[in-house]
């Protein structure tokens, strides 16, 4: 039983106990190419923030092992992200004021933070939300975060000594610069990016930016590089931290936690709507589920490992997943496998590590981030869908005009608002019926019509306290400007009754005395059974008259039907008792006309 309760707590390693051998040589394999593709990626995210290089190897080492534990996707892989990076670097930069070991401490407290908030939405079944950030509103949020990570690497790329701090500036300034360029530097920066070029053309199965960033490393250690005014990691080689870096917490401020709420509340929502989409698609591609609430937890439970091993926040690192997907990684294990080549590198290459040239990781982190950049994506929505298209646009204005965190912000915020635009005024339909008796939408000239005398409702989102009134006022509108008053008005209850709502049955109270003196009588079709029990507890007169209760549209169409051809029958015996009736005063009348003639006229003359 502990047993059991031990692998529904980590899946993962569930997965392990039950490991297929011939499974280990395409783990083995996917696991060097993780490892591969992520040391120089770890190490250029971490000049986002301006901290010890070795840190986001030490970010990568420890969550990944954690995740391969507790998530239930076999081919994602956890890790620094260009989006979390930049979300942290946006936050503690400004805050740190320009001190390394307040930044460290501020990354290492927001990253602890966000692990916090995911672990506590996991708590609570919270991982439905994933789709809280609608996938244009995704769109245009990574596209603006890799404008801003691609604009901010230029100062590294030709050298210059100094950057504004914002991005319209930065653009601005490129131009009245390029004749400050440090030479040596552009050089450097041409070179790697050509190296990387070359290998994605002709040799796109290799590991481009790890064999970049050793040729390059290799040159800058060799012609000792720093001495022609190149910046490396660490000008003094051999200064790179070998063991885990640790940050003194003695100086730190709590009151500083106020600045980290809700940024860190923003990145878990955006850390783990990205990561969802990611694990997804891949299952999907593999022919697996993922577990929501429990990637939730994992995503939770990596940020922590990460925040105790001094690093900083992680997510899922799609590049690195495609990566392990494409060279046939099979489970799990393949993460274990990246982190300890990864350790092995901290323990025996630190000092090599320490003659990377900035530049070179610019250029990294630029064709790094121009895999996240997709324009094109967001302009094809213009024609598809135009709300979308808006959606989209604006939040990539809005990272870009109103910087990162703000964008940020405002992308939450439209993400909120798009939600309750749908819930407050959903869109609703009247229903009919088509030669097969199939009950569909009405449409303009899709075939589908009305049964007569019977209207049926859909209004399209659960019935709530704040949009209860707008369901009424729809009810009564389609009655009134109905070309024929109904006799019956239908609503599919299944799909807005979800729950006992007190607002919403007195307004349902409300409605079925005001359908009653228009002469309408409601019909709620479906939740049978909850309904009689909510109507009960609400003391909602269940007059037959007034108010029926059906298991399905369908029922309520037999049963209109019914009641009709019996009130047609029982209509038709009125008019025949009717018509018997006449007949029979009539003869009543005949009868009684003859016996008044006189009875001498009646004899006949001798």
């Not at 040799?203 to 190149?230: E, K, N």
């Not at 819930?423 to 939408?441: A, C, I, K, N, T």
């Not at 005001?514 to 009960?536: F, M, Q, S, Y």
């Not at 003869?587 to 009646?602: D, F, G, H």
Request: charged letters at 15%; one cysteine or more; a neutral charge.
């Amino acid at each position: 039983m502990n047993g059991k309760r031990i692998i529904k707590w980590m899946p993962g390693l569930g997965l392990l106990f039950n490991y297929k051998r011939e499974y280990f040589g395409y783990d083995l394999k996917a696991g060097l190419s993780v490892a591969a593709v992520a040391l120089p990626v770890a190490i250029a995210y971490t000049e986002l923030l301006g901290i010890n290089a070795i840190v986001g190897l030490y970010a990568c080492i420890f969550p990944m092992i954690i995740y391969a534990l507790f998530g239930t996707s076999r081919q994602l892989i956890t890790g620094p992200d260009a989006a979390t990076c930049a979300v942290i670097a946006a936050v503690v930069i400004p805050l740190s004021a320009g001190d390394e070991n307040t930044r460290w401490q501020l990354a290492i407290i927001m990253t602890a933070m966000t692990g916090f908030w995911c672990i506590l939405a996991s708590h609570f079944r919270l991982g439905a939300f994933t789709d809280f950030l609608s996938r244009p509103i995704l769109q245009g949020l990574l596209n603006g975060v890799a404008i801003t990570i691609m604009v901010g690497q230029i100062s590294k790329v030709f050298g210059f000594d100094t950057s504004p701090d914002h991005l319209i500036e930065k653009l601005i300034e490129v131009p009245f610069r390029l004749m400050d360029a440090h030479l040596p530097t552009v050089l450097m920066s041409a070179v790697t990016l050509a190296l990387l070029l070359g290998i994605r053309y002709f040799r796109s199965r290799w590991p481009a930016p790890l064999i970049a960033m050793v040729v390059m490393t290799y040159l800058s250690w060799q012609f000792d590089l720093a001495s022609y005014g190149i910046a490396i990691v660490n000008k003094e080689a051999g200064n790179v931290d070998l063991f885990l870096p640790v940050v003194s917490m003695s100086g730190f401020h709590p009151s500083v936690l106020r600045e980290l709420l809700v940024p860190s509340i923003n990145l878990a929502v955006i850390s783990f709507v990205s990561f969802m989409m990611t694990a997804r698609s891949f299952a999907s591609k593999n022919g697996y589920d993922v577990d929501a609430d429990q990637e939730l937890k994992a995503l939770g439970i990596a940020n922590i490992a990460a925040a105790l091993s001094q690093g900083f926040a992680v997510s899922a690192a799609s590049s690195r997943t495609a990566v392990n997907d494409s060279v046939g990684g099979k489970t799990q294990l393949v993460s274990i496998i990246a982190a300890l080549v990864i350790l092995l590198v901290l323990l025996f290459m630190t000092d090599f590590l320490a003659y990377i040239p900035l530049s070179s990781l610019g250029i990294v982190l630029i064709v790094s981030s121009w895999s996240l950049l997709s324009i094109r994506h967001i302009w094809s929505y213009r024609k598809r869908n135009k709300q979308a298209f808006t959606l989209a646009s604006f939040t990539l204005l809005a990272v870009l005009l109103a910087g990162l965190i703000n964008g940020i912000g405002f992308a939450v915020l439209l993400g909120l608002l798009q939600f309750l635009r749908i819930v407050f005024r959903p869109s609703d339909q009247l229903l009919g019926v088509d030669e097969q008796g199939m009950v569909h939408s009405m449409n303009k000239d899709n075939g589908i019509e009305p049964i007569d005398g019977l209207m049926m409702y859909r209004f399209n989102s659960p019935l709530t306290y704040f949009n209860v009134g707008y369901f009424k006022k729809r009810v009564l509108q389609l009655v009134d400007s109905a070309p024929q008053r109904p006799a019956w008005l239908a609503v599919d209850a299944a799909v807005s009754f979800t729950y006992d709502d007190v607002s919403v049955f007195a307004a349902i109270d409300e409605l079925i005395r005001e359908l009653r003196i228009k002469g309408v009588k409601l019909v709620l079709a479906g939740r049978r059974t909850e309904l009689n029990r909510w109507i009960e507890r609400n003391r909602i007169s269940l007059n037959e008259d007034d108010l029926i209760i059906a298991p399905d549209l369908y029922f309520v169409i037999r049963l209109y039907q019914s009641r009709q051809q019996i009130k047609e029958k029982q209509k038709e015996a009125r008019k025949e008792a009717l018509k018997q009736e006449a007949e029979s005063q009539e003869a009543e009348s005949n009868k009684a006309s003859i016996s008044e003639v006189p009875i001498e006229s009646q004899t006949s003359t001798p």
